[in-house]
Each structure stands twice: as C-alpha cells, then as structure tokens.
C-alpha cells in the first residue's frame, strides 16, 4: 500500500515517537530508500526493534518492503493543488489508489447473500448519501431497511439475525450515542460494515 496513505489510515493508532518516525520518513525518503534499518533508527534516535515495529504497524512485511513502498512512491510526482479542482483531483486519486489496494470481495459476499440489509447513517449528509444507496440496492432487487434514530437503532438491533447485514454511515466512526447499540450487535456476532473517513476509529 503507498506509504502515504498506510500513514493517514493508521495514524490514530501511532504513538507519538511512531508520529515522529512517520514525519521524518516523509520529509526525508531519499534519506530512507539509501540507509539500512540501523542507520535508519540512529537517525531517528530510534532503535532497529522500533523501526521493524512501526513499518509492521503500517501493514508491511518489514523495512525491505517499507523501503520499497516508498522508492516506489517517489517516481509518482506529487500533485500540488493549485486550485479547488485540482485539490478534488488529488482526492479522487487517493481514493483511487485505496480502491485499487484493498479487497472488497468479502463485503460484496456478504451483500449479496444477506438476508436483509440494513442501514443506519448519523447525519445530514451520510443519510442522503445513505438513502441514495437504497435505492440503487432496490434496484438491484437486494430487500433493505433504513434505520432512523438513536432510539430505533437501539430497538431494532434486537430483531437483526446473523444472517443479514448492517452499514452505518459515520464521517468521524465516533458517533457516542449509537456505541452500545453496536457493541450489543457484534456480542450477537451480527456482521457489519462500515463507511466511516481514512484512519482508525470506534
């Protein structure tokens, strides 16, 4: 996975010397790509141990593949945004670039073979986003039911099966007032999905 991206979906779960780590990496990447791990972690007054660990929290193998990754990422030129179209520009591509990294084979299986889908956004804009996905699952003749509320949430997460599938739609995933509905839900091992913004979060 490109490195930059690796880093804005698992900064949250960073400590801060990681932060640092990750700072350094990307102010420096020729630096990165000509030292070995030993340089690398007296660099960062860091140790090799703390290097290995950081590069395996950002999903790689090891410092080999890190390094790869971003020997890799500095033949792409950067985009500068000038303007707001080309600032959406590089948001498309990021988006693009996670797409084509991750494997959404598994939620796609469980779409189609629930037995009712379920959705549940937490505001303005994910609901309307919500709804228009709906509909396009009407479409596609997949039975589901829109959620609405806090409260409703809470008394329909009783009559949901292990067979059917839950979407919230969340922009920070830290919505307080739906996580005892979704704690209860996963003690019921019922099978969520979720789509929350880059990083970790509830």
């Known amino acids: ?16 010397s990681e932060k640092e780590m990750a700072k350094f990496m990307m102010r420096r990447p020729q630096d990165v790509v000509n030292m070995s ?14 290097v290995l660990r950081f590069a395996k929290k950002l999903g790689y193998r090891g410092f080999s593949e890190l390094k790869y990754v971003i020997r890799e990422s500095m033949k792409v030129p950067a985009l500068e945004p000038s303007d707001l179209t ?60 829109l959620i609405s509320g806090e409260s409703n949430l809470l008394m329909s997460s009783s009559i949901i099966r292990k067979d059917d599938l839950i979407i919230f739609t969340s922009l920070s995933g830290e919505t307080p007032g739906i996580k005892d509905a979704v704690r209860m839900l996963k003690m019921r091992n019922i099978p969520i999905a979720t789509f929350t913004k880059f990083g970790s979060n509830f």
């Open 86 to 145: 080309q600032l959406l520009k590089q948001d498309l591509d990021w988006i693009m670039r996670y797409v084509e990294q991750t494997n959404f084979q598994p939620f796609l299986q469980k779409l189609k073979d629930a037995r009712m889908v379920f959705l549940y956004a937490t505001g303005f804009s994910q609901n309307n986003f919500t709804k228009e996905f709906s509909k396009d699952l009407m479409l596609a003749k997949r039975a589901n039911m």
């Open 1 to 16: 996975m490109d490195f930059e991206l690796s880093i804005k979906m698992n900064y949250d779960r960073l400590t801060d």
């Open 37 to 50: 791990i030993v340089e690398l972690g007296a660099a960062m007054l860091s140790s090799k141990s703390s």
